[in-house]
């Protein structure tokens, strides 16, 4: 199966950057996409952003277009979540996740998933 590995996560202030990297064991290329979500403390877990392959769409929820970009980087298979201008309400376990159909947006649409990182967002 294949295995996905988030990294990157921590202690950051508010108005602070981190980078998040999920690496995958294999290429995903036979697959449409992958997803970044998060679960915040005490709540379900949440779209975040997503792209596709085929024509390198990106699609990002609204509370963190503009602060949030979804990369990556097809040698090294892997995918990169830039998050700029942290906010309090960011702090969840972000996860990783490959699509494998239905909606972007779903958690129910995608079948592999890191084990998440932690990040913390202080005021």
């Known amino acids: 199966q294949v295995q996905l590995v988030e990294s990157g996560g921590g202690l950051v202030q508010a108005g602070g950057s981190l980078k998040l990297s999920c690496a995958a064991s294999?290429?995903?290329?036979?697959?449409?996409?992958m997803g970044w979500f998060r679960q915040p403390p005490g709540k379900e877990r949440e779209f975040v952003t997503a792209m596709t392959w085929g024509s390198a769409t990106t699609y990002y929820a609204d509370s963190v277009k503009g602060r949030f970009t979804i990369s990556r980087d097809n040698a090294k298979t892997t995918v990169y979540l830039q998050m700029n201008s942290l906010k309090p309400e960011d702090t969840a376990v972000y996860y990783c996740?490959?699509?494998?159909?239905?909606?972007?947006?779903?958690?129910?649409?995608?079948?592999?998933w890191g084990q998440g990182t932690q990040v913390t967002v202080s005021s």
């Open positions: 294999e290429r995903t290329f036979s697959r449409n996409g």
């Open positions: 996740a490959i699509f494998k159909s239905g909606s972007l947006y779903s958690v129910t649409s995608y079948d592999y």
